[in-house]
């Protein structure tokens, strides 16, 4: 159904700056950089990375980001300041391909009571800092936030000046999710009515699902010429979440015979994209999640079934092969060699180094004499854990648990804390309880736990269990991840996981936690 005329519509991702805004999903830099060079394999055309100026954290992602992934061209936030900018640069400065991304409010609400700017000083310092941001790169995007709530008449007006003053880019973002898809798209009809240089930059959007129209109101926007779309993995982000990156890939390529449009994403990716950004950031994605919920191509109508069985098309529009759905596969048995191994790592993916190998391949061989058969999902969180890997102040070297029924729950767990041996006994209401209350005493964590989740990785009761776990200390958050065949051991790495994250973190006063208004 491709036609001739398909307009290639570019996909800006910004998970790592606005998807980090979701509540409790604060990520390192190693996490950034891990998710970046994914986004990078599944083609989006933009990453922003950061918001340089917001904490020496984000600064660092973004010039990590810029100077290490290859494709995709590397974005920094910063506010329409000079300081902001100067510091967006700085992250950037060496890479071969950037942009520095600018924002200025445009609504009255906004002008009045946040920024205490009349119209023309806001239009003024628009214009000022897109010429700025081009005295350091050729590259730059302007946003009038909450443009969606602005006047239309002075919208166009702010878009023609930045447009004028060098802006190759002009996003438009619905801020607060107001926006209804009809109304939205004539936004954007709008803009390309009445700005007499609307040609010469690409409109792009960015929404928020407040309303649940996140996907609707960009694709509205892409049918009225809209040329660039923000979005976010799994649509994580400020409040409700941003337009998802997924649905509006897989809109615009099952229907491209009506939207005349597609991306360049490679849309095979998607899956493992999702799973790993899920992973790092601890958002668990709803079953029932467009694309890539766990029910998403689950057919249990027995009409439809049936159907299914005699022409996948009677009820099948996307096949689950296409965003990278495929039957879990063995891919290692016990007497795999090393050299098998390291091909599939690579073939996911990943390059290793020389020592993430070693360590990785330790625990493969140790869990195939314990289920035997490994599959991609094993082999995936394995090596994300270790080539991820952040240094150690706490090991978990052994753990027993007493437990069952008439029985206190005991666990004896022997640690090495900065390089000593540790052990000790204690109880708790279960297993876990017992576990984590022993490990918080031995190492004085004072942290709380926020969240706790443990899921299969493959099917079978001898598959690994994967647990999940948020905790929060003065603050700050860190969410820590384990897997084992045991998930009593999943659990206490998971809860080491943590800490040590918070203890590294505290250590390099990187301070993930951040945030001021940002469109
Ligand atoms: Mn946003």
Same mark, same amino acid.
């Given at each position: 159904?491709?036609?001739?005329?398909?307009?290639?519509?570019?996909?800006?991702?910004?998970?790592?700056?606005?998807?980090?805004?979701?509540?409790?999903?604060? /990520?390192?830099?190693?996490?950034?950089?891990?998710?970046?060079?994914?986004?990078?394999?599944?083609?989006?055309?933009?990453?922003?990375?950061?918001? #340089?100026?917001?904490?020496?954290?984000?600064? =660092?992602?973004?010039?990590? !980001?810029?100077?290490?992934?290859?494709?995709?061209?590397?974005?920094?936030?910063?506010?329409?300041?000079?300081?902001?900018?100067?510091?967006?640069?700085?992250?950037?400065?060496?890479?071969?391909?950037?942009?520095?991304?600018?924002?200025?409010?445009?609504?009255?609400?906004?002008?009045? *009571?946040?920024?205490?700017?009349?119209?023309? =000083?806001?239009?003024?310092? #628009?214009?000022?800092?897109?010429?700025?941001?081009?005295?350091?790169?050729?590259?730059?995007?302007?946003?009038?936030?909450?443009?969606?709530?602005?006047?239309?008449?002075?919208?166009?007006?702010?878009?023609?000046?930045? %447009?004028?003053?060098?802006?190759?880019?002009?996003?438009?973002?619905?801020?607060? @999710?107001?926006?209804?898809?009809?109304?939205?798209?004539?936004?954007?009809?709008?803009?390309?009515?009445?700005?007499?240089?609307?040609?010469?930059?690409?409109?792009? !959007?960015?929404?928020?699902?407040?309303?649940?129209?996140?996907?609707?109101?960009?694709?509205?926007?892409?049918?009225?010429?809209?040329?660039?779309?923000?979005?976010?993995?799994?649509?994580?982000?400020?409040?409700?979440?941003?337009?998802?990156?997924?649905?509006?890939?897989?809109?615009?390529?099952?229907?491209?015979?009506?939207?005349?449009?597609?991306?360049?994403?490679?849309?095979? =990716?998607?899956?493992?994209?999702?799973?790993?950004?899920?992973?790092?950031?601890? /958002?668990?994605?709803?079953?029932?999640?467009?694309?890539?919920?766990?029910?998403?191509?689950? *057919?249990?109508?027995?009409?439809?079934?049936?159907?299914?069985?005699?022409?996948?098309?009677?009820?099948?529009?996307?096949?689950?092969?296409?965003?990278?759905?495929?039957?879990?596969?063995?891919? /290692?048995?016990?007497?795999?060699?090393? *050299?098998?191994?390291?091909?599939?790592?690579?073939?996911?993916?990943?390059?290793?180094?020389?020592?993430?190998?070693?360590?990785?391949?330790?625990?493969?061989?140790?869990?195939?004499?314990?289920?035997?058969?490994?599959?991609?999902? +094993?082999?995936?969180?394995?090596?994300?854990?270790?080539?991820?890997?952040?240094?150690?102040?706490?090991?978990?070297?052994?753990?027993?648990?007493?437990?069952?029924?008439?029985?206190?729950?005991?666990?004896?767990?022997?640690?090495?804390?900065?390089?000593?041996?540790?052990?000790?006994?204690?109880?708790? +209401?279960?297993?876990?309880?017992?576990?984590?209350?022993?490990?918080?005493? /031995?190492?004085?964590?004072?942290? *709380?736990?926020?969240?706790?989740?443990?899921?299969?990785?493959? @099917?079978?009761? +001898?598959?690994? @269990?994967?647990?999940?776990?948020?905790?929060?200390? @003065?603050?700050?958050?860190?969410?820590?991840?384990?897997?084992?065949?045991? %998930?009593?051991?999943?659990? #206490? $790495?998971?809860?080491?996981?943590?800490?040590? $994250?918070?203890?590294?973190?505290?250590?390099?006063?990187?301070?993930?936690?951040?945030?001021?208004?940002?469109?």
């Amino acid at each position: 159904m491709a036609s001739n005329n398909t307009r290639m519509i570019r996909i800006f991702d910004t998970t790592l700056r606005d998807g980090e805004q979701s509540p409790g999903a604060s /990520m390192n830099v190693e996490e950034k950089l891990m998710i970046a060079k994914q986004l990078a394999r599944l083609g989006v055309d933009v990453i922003e990375a950061g918001f #340089a100026y917001s904490s020496p954290g984000d600064f =660092e992602a973004v010039r990590q !980001v810029a100077q290490t992934v290859e494709g995709p061209t590397v974005c920094s936030l910063a506010r329409a300041k000079p300081e902001d900018i100067t510091r967006a640069w700085e992250a950037l400065k060496g890479a071969p391909k950037v942009r520095i991304h600018t924002f200025l409010s445009t609504s009255d609400i906004h002008l009045k *009571h946040q920024f205490r700017m009349t119209r023309d =000083e806001a239009l003024k310092r #628009a214009v000022e800092m897109v010429r700025f941001a081009r005295g350091y790169v050729d590259d730059v995007e302007f946003s009038p936030m909450d443009a969606s709530r602005s006047d239309p008449a002075y919208l166009y007006e702010v878009l023609e000046a930045v %447009i004028e003053a060098g802006a190759g880019t002009v996003n438009i973002p619905d801020t607060v @999710g107001y926006a209804a898809p009809q109304e939205f798209g004539l936004l954007i009809r709008g803009i390309r009515e009445k700005v007499r240089n609307s040609t010469q930059a690409v409109i792009s !959007v960015h929404c928020h699902n407040d309303l649940g129209l996140a996907v609707a109101n960009s694709l509205a926007a892409v049918l009225e010429g809209a040329g660039q779309v923000e979005c976010t993995i799994n649509g994580i982000g400020e409040r409700a979440g941003n337009a998802a990156l997924e649905e509006i890939a897989m809109g615009l390529r099952t229907r491209k015979d009506f939207y005349g449009a597609d991306t360049a994403i490679r849309t095979e =990716e998607i899956s493992k994209t999702s799973r790993l950004v899920s992973k790092i950031t601890g /958002m668990v994605i709803q079953p029932n999640k467009a694309i890539v919920g766990a029910n998403a191509f689950a *057919h249990t109508s027995g009409i439809h079934q049936d159907g299914l069985l005699k022409e996948k098309s009677t009820y099948e529009i996307m096949r689950p092969e296409s965003i990278g759905l495929v039957q879990s596969t063995l891919i /290692m048995g016990k007497l795999s060699g090393r *050299h098998a191994f390291r091909k599939r790592i690579e073939e996911l993916g990943y390059k290793p180094s020389e020592e993430e190998m070693n360590r990785a391949f330790e625990r493969v061989k140790k869990l195939a004499d314990q289920k035997k058969e490994i599959y991609e999902e +094993d082999l995936e969180v394995i090596i994300s854990e270790e080539v991820a890997r952040i240094p150690e102040r706490v090991v978990l070297k052994a753990l027993q648990i007493e437990s069952g029924t008439n029985r206190v729950p005991t666990a004896t767990v022997e640690l090495e804390i900065d390089g000593r041996l540790v052990t000790q006994t204690g109880t708790g +209401d279960g297993p876990v309880d017992a576990a984590y209350r022993t490990i918080a005493a /031995m190492t004085q964590a004072k942290s *709380h736990l926020l969240s706790y989740a443990v899921k299969a990785i493959t @099917g079978g009761t +001898d598959a690994q @269990g994967e647990v999940s776990v948020r905790l929060e200390e @003065g603050g700050k958050t860190a969410i820590g991840h384990g897997a084992d065949t045991d %998930i009593i051991v999943a659990s #206490a $790495k998971a809860y080491l996981n943590a800490i040590n $994250k918070l203890a590294f973190w505290t250590s390099k006063e990187a301070d993930p936690a951040k945030k001021v208004g940002l469109i």
